[in-house]
């Protein structure tokens, strides 16, 4: 039994170690503190109770690209002193380091680590989105690799590899038949037939034998057989692999949860904090969904419910990271040199201008680092030298937008830097930034007139695109009001122009809006019956498609709300004319409006713009007051059996969904 003492004694110590390195990893992972505590919690049990552990631990950890997943598994498998049993298994099937045989299955991979069965050991299956087993049609992909992933996840016992037997006992048939035809006496041809080393590890980790692996090499092919009978004999209890106390991470990156986010890989005008809280709100129903679309539910279900999201980086982790690698270029710089560099912060600024892409993790950041300070600190360091600069002596570099400009003794020296970036920002065509402001301008006011909030984005000073944007929250549901309103700011840009420039010199930058807004009342109308007709009313050729396929009626109702719509925001803007002009001129000005100035600049009250993001129609308040209208859902005489009905009706499930996307 043990000593409850000893006991509370190794539970503290394991605690504080966990704590100590949480408190590191926090000092070398910036932006995910959060997550950092969610991991340690979640393998606490795991580390500091392990006898207790009868099944894996599964840690699924989800998030974009570049957000330090791996990373944050390989230095916590090290800090807990597990780096000799921890394996990366790259579920892609390119896992770095096995062998090919090996490579074939979990059970092979964990074979040749140092993770002993029954004993702890980590396990990190990463790109785990890729290992998917059904299409986009839900039809069953076929999968070669790794298929005791399943059976891992599920209990931890991995079931005997009995093609490798079977490839043993093959090559005993073909040395027999070898030696027999080379007319060789049986003795020789026992001489003639050798284990490699790797079967014979293989061979004793299957029929979990204790002897030594030469002798095992020496037996002769009828030692071999008969172990080979006395294990197919033996009861099935007895062939398991048992890797139940392993702790698992599974990592990977969900592109349906973020929607169309993640695959913006060329999108470096987002606001990194604005990604940040998007990404945020995600959770593990957000998880589940997606992994839904790449796996068989049975499958998704053996995942456990431990999913940690990561959240896209926000702008103080960035500006973490760049302060950081600063630091180290120019301390490395100065070493080889034996100059001391002082880098501004125009520098940094300069870098997280032109490097961060927020939906791309840290990645783009890194290799920018290395272009703009590898070549630029070398450059200058060069420059100062040949003007006399010795040991110990101060460089400065500062950055203007175009260049990197180093500084000694009073004199600058300008070197090329790949600020591309910076520059495809400049509108530099008055003409152009006139346009895109009162266009923008248009599009933000009526969002924030008709939503009671400002956008979370208006810029036009963007890398990404020719023209600029907006970007608003999202709702978890949307009323027919919303969705007229979100039909009438699409709309606003249009309007804006038409009564700044008239129509004569209204732009062509509505297309989209225009397919926007077209999509919008077309699904209000045909799809969620917030028109004269209940049903919906689609195009199709599939006869077991059950919904009427007659659209025609539909497309005068639909260019009649348009209109109306259109109507309803150029009057807005007519109202609001001042708060126009005044973001426009904000716009031309910085390039873009942030929420904080949306209410200052638009000279809007606050409390006018002080909607929660999550805010709904106010469907409580609305059902208090049907409540106290006192009518009854039924009328008191109603037959039982209506009523009876009427139960079945409201306890049967809906596969509805409220939301409507964006």
Not at 364 to 374: C, D, N, T, V, Y
Not at 478 to 502: H, I, K, M, P, Y
């Amino acid at each position: 039994m043990s000593d409850p003492q000893h006991m509370r004694e190794q539970l503290a110590q394991r605690n504080q170690q966990l704590r100590e390195i949480a408190a590191q990893l926090k000092t070398e992972l910036f932006g995910i503190d959060a997550i950092i505590d969610r991991v340690i919690d979640s393998v606490r049990a795991w580390y500091v109770l392990p006898g207790l552990v009868s099944r894996p631990v599964i840690v699924c950890l989800w998030g974009l690209t570049g957000t330090g997943k791996t990373q944050l598994v390989r230095r916590l498998a090290q800090l807990l002193g597990f780096y000799d049993r921890f394996v990366e298994v790259q579920m892609d099937g390119f896992s770095n380091g096995a062998s090919w045989r090996g490579a074939q299955n979990i059970s092979g991979m964990l074979a040749q680590s140092g993770v002993c069965e029954g004993e702890p050991g980590i396990l990190a299956l990463d790109e785990f989105q890729r290992f998917r087993t059904i299409d986009g049609k839900r039809s069953e992909v076929r999968v070669e690799r790794y298929q005791d992933v399943w059976a891992l996840l599920s209990d931890g016992r991995l079931p005997p590899a009995l093609s490798l037997l079977g490839d043993i006992e093959l090559s005993i048939a073909e040395a027999a038949f070898d030696a027999e035809r080379a007319d060789v006496d049986a003795d020789e041809a026992k001489l003639r037939f050798k284990l490699s080393s790797w079967d014979a590890k293989a061979l004793r980790r299957t029929l979990k034998l204790d002897v030594p692996l030469l002798e095992i090499m020496a037996w002769t092919p009828e030692q071999i057989q008969a172990r080979l009978r006395a294990f197919r004999e033996s009861g099935q209890q007895q062939w398991d692999t048992d890797y139940s106390r392993l702790l698992i991470f599974v990592c990977g990156n969900l592109d349906e949860m973020y929607e169309d986010l993640a695959t913006s890989v060329d999108d470096c005008d987002s606001d990194a904090d604005t990604f940040h809280a998007i990404t945020g709100k995600l959770s593990v129903i957000d998880v589940k969904q997606a992994l839904n679309q790449r796996f068989k539910p049975e499958q998704v279900a053996r995942l456990g419910n431990e999913h940690v999201v990561y959240p896209s980086l926000s702008r103080s982790a960035y500006e973490q990271l760049i302060e950081q690698g600063c630091a180290r270029y120019a301390r490395e710089a100065g070493d080889r040199c034996g100059l001391h560099f002082e880098l501004s912060a125009s520098v940094r600024e300069q870098i997280y201008a032109n490097a961060v892409f927020p939906a791309q993790g840290t990645r783009p950041l890194f290799s920018s680092l290395h272009a703009i300070l590898g070549s630029g600190l070398a450059k200058a360091a060069l420059w100062a030298l040949e003007r006399g600069a010795t040991t110990d002596d101060a460089v400065g570099l500062t950055a203007d937008g175009r260049s990197l400009i180093a500084h000694w003794h009073g004199q600058s020296h300008a070197i090329a830097a790949p600020f591309e970036i910076n520059r495809l920002r400049q509108r530099s065509n008055a003409d152009f930034r006139a346009l895109l402001a009162v266009h923008e301008a248009g599009h933000g006011l009526v969002h924030a007139l008709l939503f009671g909030r400002p956008p979370t984005e208006i810029k036009i000073h963007v890398a990404s695109f020719e023209g600029g944007y907006n970007a608003y929250t999202s709702r978890k549901v949307w009323s027919r009001q919303n969705l007229l309103d979100s039909t009438c700011t699409s709309l606003a840009g249009r309007a804006a122009e038409l009564l700044v420039f008239g129509p004569e010199m209204s732009s062509s930058g509505a297309e989209s809006d225009l397919r926007k807004a077209t999509e919008t009342v077309a699904r209000m109308l045909r799809h969620l019956g917030h028109g004269a007709r209940i049903g919906r009313s689609d195009v199709s050729v599939d006869s077991d498609d059950n919904f009427c396929t007659d659209v025609e009626d539909s497309n005068a109702p639909i260019e009649a709300l348009l209109q109306a719509e259109h109507a309803r925001a150029t009057r807005l803007i007519q109202t609001h004319r001042g708060a126009l002009l005044a973001l426009v001129d904000e716009l031309m000005e910085q390039g873009q409006v942030t929420p904080a100035r949306f209410a200052v600049v638009a000279g809007l009250p606050a409390g006018s713009l002080g909607r929660p993001e999550d805010a709904l129609d106010p469907y409580a308040q609305r059902l208090t007051a049907f409540r106290l209208e006192g009518r009854p859902l039924l009328p008191a005489s109603a037959p039982q059996s209506s009523r009876r009905a009427r139960r079945r009706r409201l306890t049967a499930r809906s596969s509805s969904r409220l939301g409507t996307g964006r």
